[in-house]
């Protein structure tokens, strides 16, 4: 699986954006799909996760309530909805995948085998 990550910006306090995952591969329904992020000077760090058919998510603290993570496996996308964004959530946010049904649902860096690119998040008045 191949994973390329978009839709990154400059955005306002308080303000969206919706980050998109394109997978390549006839796996992708097949694994979970997670978003993780580097903020400035800090660790990578999990933000969210999707299960294969959609129907479980979960998400860091700091995020729940303000972003959504979703997918469209019919057309190999993932995507994280991002609302309420703050100063503290700019950072270059991953999306990864993990294949085959893990116990327990992936939460780490080393859960998953395939990493997008990136996408760069500045929020910032």
């Known amino acids: 699986v191949q994973l390329q990550a978009s839709g990154g910006g400059l955005v306002l306090p308080g303000g969206s954006l919706r980050l998109s995952c394109a997978a390549s591969g006839r796996t992708f329904s097949n694994g979970y799909l997670g978003w993780f992020r580097q903020r400035p000077g800090k660790e990578r760090e999990f933000v969210a996760v999707i299960t294969r058919n959609g129907l479980r998510t979960y998400y860091t603290d700091s995020v729940k309530g303000r972003f959504t993570i979703s997918r469209d496996n019919a057309n190999s996308m993932g995507y994280l909805q991002m609302n309420s964004l703050n100063l503290e959530d700019t950072a270059i946010y991953y999306c990864?995948?993990?294949?085959?049904?893990?116990?327990?649902?992936?939460?780490?860096?080393?859960?998953?085998?395939?990493w997008g690119q990136g996408t760069l998040v500045t929020v910032s008045s």
């Open positions: 990864a995948f993990r294949g085959g049904i893990s116990v327990p649902v992936p939460l780490k860096e080393y859960d998953y085998d395939y």
